[in-house]
């Protein structure tokens, strides 16, 4: 079975597949589900405890898997030798940020996880920090009593950003949208499709324009001279930034139907659209 582990590339956290076989979990998080019309929003799964994944790993109590799934108690036995190498302690964190929505509609929780916001390294603070982008959450489903990851890229701030909107025709699992928490106009909103055996981001709306994220080309590349960053895939639109010849930018996405790539300049920039031919790609 897959088995995910959070490394340090280049400074920063990511998870990295491996082959391996999970500890079987009997149970799921039940908890209540409400959302918006369009959609539903994940719960936090009150029934997860960190503090007892902690206990069973140092042999003072019983497995339990409604309160330390078994994928769970993976995670932290995994976290604890990075965090002592690394000259920290590992701490659990209460009450557990982790989430829980059915996916599938067959009435079991699906569990989404990342280490920030569960358990910290004290004395080596910066372990499970991702940086400005944040950590990618995974979910994970229960099937045939082994627990298995299904999404391994969810950039999720908070419950409210994601919603699950109904299958298409012919599936049984919904598409996630992920965007923004709270009230304000969100750029950005990213969907996930279900594959068949895990979810893949596909495309994202930006500003009500479709952008291919699967379809597209990606890297890093310099512009050919000097660039305006347009707020959309039209000549006409607004520029946000002009950019010369010196800034490489970030290939997010190719436009559908519009000769442009949506870009990123830097981590703090905001991100926007140049003509491919501005793009100056081998």
């Known amino acids: 079975m897959p088995r995910h582990v959070l490394e340090r590339r280049d400074g920063r956290l990511s998870w990295r597949g491996s082959l391996t076989s999970l500890v079987p979990a009997l149970a799921a998080a039940s908890v209540a589900l409400a959302g918006p019309e ?13 503090s007892r994944c902690f206990d069973i790993v140092a042999g003072k109590s019983e497995r339990d898997a409604a309160r330390c799934p078994a994928f769970l108690l993976e995670l932290v036995e995994q976290a604890e030798p990075s965090c002592r190498e690394a000259g920290g302690t590992l701490k659990p964190m209460s009450p557990a940020d982790v989430w829980a929505i059915d996916v599938n509609g067959d009435g079991k929780q699906e569990l989404s996880f990342e280490y920030a916001g569960n358990v910290a390294c004290e004395g080596a603070w910066s372990l499970f920090d991702c940086g400005s982008l944040g950590c990618p959450k995974l979910l994970y489903e229960e099937h045939a009593g082994t627990w298995r990851v299904i999404a391994s890229d969810i950039y999720a701030d908070s ?3 994601v919603v699950l909107l109904p299958p298409a025709a012919g599936q049984r699992y919904g598409t ?6 709270g009230d304000a106009v969100c750029p950005e909103y990213w969907f996930h499709t279900w594959t068949g055996t895990t979810y893949q981001r596909q495309w994202v709306e930006v500003h009500g324009f479709r952008v291919s994220f699967a ?3 990606h890297g890093l590349y310099p512009l050919a001279g000097q660039t305006a960053l347009l707020a959309a895939p039209e000549a006409k639109a607004t520029v946000i930034e002009r950019y010369d010849a010196t800034t490489e930018v970030e290939i997010i996405g190719t436009a559908e139907n519009a000769d442009y790539y949506y870009v990123s300049p830097c981590n703090a920039c905001e991100s926007g659209f140049v003509r491919k031919a501005a793009v100056a790609i081998p």
């Not at 369009?38 to 960190?50: F, L, Q, T």
């Open 38 to 50: 369009s959609g539903v929003v994940p719960k936090r799964a009150e029934n997860i405890d960190i």
């Open 159 to 161: 419950m409210e950003s």
């Open 176 to 181: 996630l949208r992920v965007g923004c928490g």
């Open 215 to 217: 379809d597209s080309v």
